[in-house]
């Protein structure tokens, strides 16, 4: 008997069962910042090398450590395979990292013609085939972030040489490209690319909503062009979260909505007053999103951007009303009580998704 409750035999075969339905154990956390720190300082120390040597070595030595310098790291990582998945993971990161900078290294070394998208291109095709040949969440995470930066240099350099400056489009697409990143998380087990695919989103979105609502829409000389760009600052965000969240993509489409009306509400007619009620309400909305995904990182996001609001519109609008003084006063008082006010109405919003939050 075992304790005097179960024979010998039965226990032997209680541990049998246990051993072989263990569960896996995860990266610990200095493992993983190991990883993250490691991989980060060999590719600058790499690349560092690389610019230290640039000028003392001829254009075939130099393609030649391009070569190497993009192909080494594969090669690290295919070895690291089957002993250290994640270190396999993050070499494969630093070749892809490398490979934009060969890209930019080789266009250098044979003068290549100057469109600098084109290198943006090939290095997210790169991105694209090493996420369909290794299917790393990495790889997929390069490719969130490239090739909307390709479309983005396309159109940047089609404007600038018309002469037309025309930039909204490039904010409202990646405003609303933030908002379906952010949306990519759903449950606290998600994968690691829908956690990548949501810290992108949360880091980008506040960023690319103030760029959207700096900016003013007017009619360009390219109007055909125009259309096309703005097709594709809508339909790319929304077909990406479709295939992410299925029906579930309808909150998405209205943040689309919400930031086309945020750059109609900026039209160029000098009154921002709109624009800091129209920003309130998508604060409001976003963490309205967050209660009922129960996604916490949308409520402090929705009171973040609400607390910028509230600041840039009593720095435009309200601060040169008053003395130096007075100004001084009243920015202490909106820090102190609304800062008081926004965390407490933080937290009970939390708390209706988190009974046990504080």
Avoid: K
């Avoid at 040597?53 to 080494?72: F, K, N, Y």
């Avoid at 070499?91 to 100057?114: M, P, V």
């Avoid at 810290?199 to 055909?224: D, E, S, V, Y």
């Avoid at 800091?276 to 916490?296: Q, S």
């Amino acid at each position: 008997m075992v304790a005097g409750v179960v024979d010998a035999a039965t226990a032997s075969r209680i541990r049998d069962w246990e051993s072989g339905h263990a569960r896996p154990q995860g990266l610990r956390w200095p493992i993983w910042i190991a990883l993250v720190f490691g991989a980060l300082l060999l590719g600058a120390g790499v690349f560092l090398f690389v610019s230290a040597h640039w000028d003392d070595l001829s254009p075939g030595q130099r393609m030649t450590l391009v070569l190497v310098m993009v192909g080494a790291f594969h090669i690290g990582g295919a070895s690291a395979a089957g002993r250290f998945e994640w270190l396999s993971v993050a070499l494969h990161s630093i070749g892809t990292l490398a490979l934009g900078a060969g890209i930019a290294l080789a266009g250098q070394i044979f003068n290549l013609a100057e469109h600098w998208p084109a290198a943006v291109l090939l290095w997210a095709a790169g991105a694209v085939l090493a996420w369909a040949l290794l299917g790393h969440w990495t790889q997929a995470a390069f490719t969130a972030i490239l090739v909307p930066y390709w479309l983005s240099a396309e159109w940047w350099v089609r404007m600038h040489d018309s002469g037309a400056d025309y930039m909204v489009p490039i904010a409202a697409g990646i405003c609303a490209l933030s908002f379906t990143y952010l949306s990519a998380r759903r449950a606290p087990g998600d994968d690691a690319l829908r956690q990548a695919l949501g810290w992108l989103g949360g880091i980008a979105l506040l960023p690319a909503a103030f760029a959207t609502a700096m900016m003013t829409w007017h009619r360009t000389p390219a109007w055909r062009a125009q259309w096309i760009a703005w097709a594709v600052a809508i339909l790319l965000p929304l077909a990406i979260a479709v295939l992410l969240r299925g029906l579930g993509a309808w909150w998405n489409a209205g943040a689309i909505a919400w930031t086309l009306l945020l750059v109609a509400a900026n039209g160029g007619h000098g009154d921002r007053v709109l624009v800091y009620l129209w920003c309130a309400v998508g604060a409001v909305g976003l963490a309205a999103w967050g209660i009922h995904e129960a996604r916490p990182a949308r409520i402090n996001l929705g009171i973040a951007g609400f607390a910028i609001t509230v600041l840039s519109f009593y720095f435009s609008n309200v601060m040169d009303q008053l003395s130096r003084s007075g100004s001084l006063m009243a920015l202490g008082i909106l820090f102190l009580g609304g800062g008081c006010l926004l965390e407490r109405t933080r937290r009970r919003l939390i708390a209706q998704i988190r009974p046990e939050a504080s």
